[in-house]
């Protein structure tokens, strides 16, 4: 009978880690893709990018490729939006005692155009739409006072777009935003 469990155990832990592994949290047996799409208005700190690399972003288009380059048109089927739209649901305004950066992660259909926005008593404030790379990944990283988000409670949508296909997942928990 303990020998059961324990097939039973090791099976679910296999199949738990396969499940992370093509939702793209894990990448042991892929190669972990790209964290910033092109096109994007913050660097990689989560500070705006200065005028000098917002241009090249529109020279090549401000936007993946990848749509143009492999096929993917609107004819692709538009996965869901999934993913962890805001890193943290407790972030503060000072930085203290909780930072006031963030990541933001949407997983969709490659080449889709994908948004995380933030909702608060009629208020709606947006993260850029970037296009999602080859591997249907989006990431921003990002400052609260770079959208324009005050303290409060708001509701966090994320929004795929492909052709004239759109699907939207709202994030189970608000983000409370601290002074």
């Given at each position: 009978?303990?020998?059961?469990?324990?097939?039973?155990?090791?099976?679910?832990?296999?199949?738990g880690f396969g499940v992370l592994e093509?939702?793209?949290?894990?990448?042991?047996?892929?190669?972990?893709?790209?964290?910033?799409?092109?096109?994007?208005?913050?660097?990689?700190?989560g500070e705006k990018k200065n005028s000098?690399?917002?241009?090249?972003?529109?020279?090549?288009?401000?936007?993946?490729?990848?749509?143009?380059?492999?096929?993917?048109?609107?004819?692709?089927?538009?996965?869901?939006?999934?993913?962890?739209?805001?890193?943290?649901?407790?972030?503060?305004?000072?930085?203290?005692?909780?930072?006031?950066?963030?990541?933001?992660?949407?997983?969709?259909?490659?080449?889709?155009?994908?948004?995380?926005?933030?909702?608060?008593?009629?208020?709606?404030?947006?993260?850029?739409?970037?296009?999602?790379?080859?591997?249907?990944?989006v990431n921003w990283n990002w400052k609260?006072?770079?959208?324009?988000?005050?303290?409060?409670?708001?509701?966090?949508?994320?929004?795929?777009?492909?052709?004239?296909?759109?699907?939207?997942?709202?994030?189970?928990?608000?983000?409370?935003?601290?002074?």
């Amino acid at each position: 009978m303990r020998r059961r469990y324990i097939i039973a155990i090791v099976l679910l832990v296999i199949a738990g880690f396969g499940v992370l592994e093509l939702t793209g949290v894990t990448h042991v047996f892929r190669k972990k893709p790209a964290h910033v799409a092109s096109g994007s208005s913050f660097n990689s700190k989560g500070e705006k990018k200065n005028s000098s690399d917002q241009s090249a972003a529109q020279t090549s288009g401000g936007t993946s490729s990848y749509n143009n380059n492999k096929g993917v048109g609107s004819s692709a089927i538009l996965l869901t939006p999934s993913g962890d739209f805001v890193s943290n649901h407790h972030p503060n305004l000072s930085g203290s005692p909780a930072p006031n950066t963030e990541s933001s992660v949407c997983n969709t259909t490659p080449g889709a155009s994908c948004t995380i926005t933030f909702t608060k008593d009629g208020v709606t404030k947006s993260l850029p739409a970037q296009a999602a790379d080859t591997n249907g990944f989006v990431n921003w990283n990002w400052k609260l006072q770079d959208i324009g988000l005050t303290s409060g409670t708001w509701k966090i949508k994320a929004v795929a777009t492909l052709g004239s296909q759109n699907k939207s997942a709202s994030d189970a928990m608000d983000m409370v935003v601290g002074q």
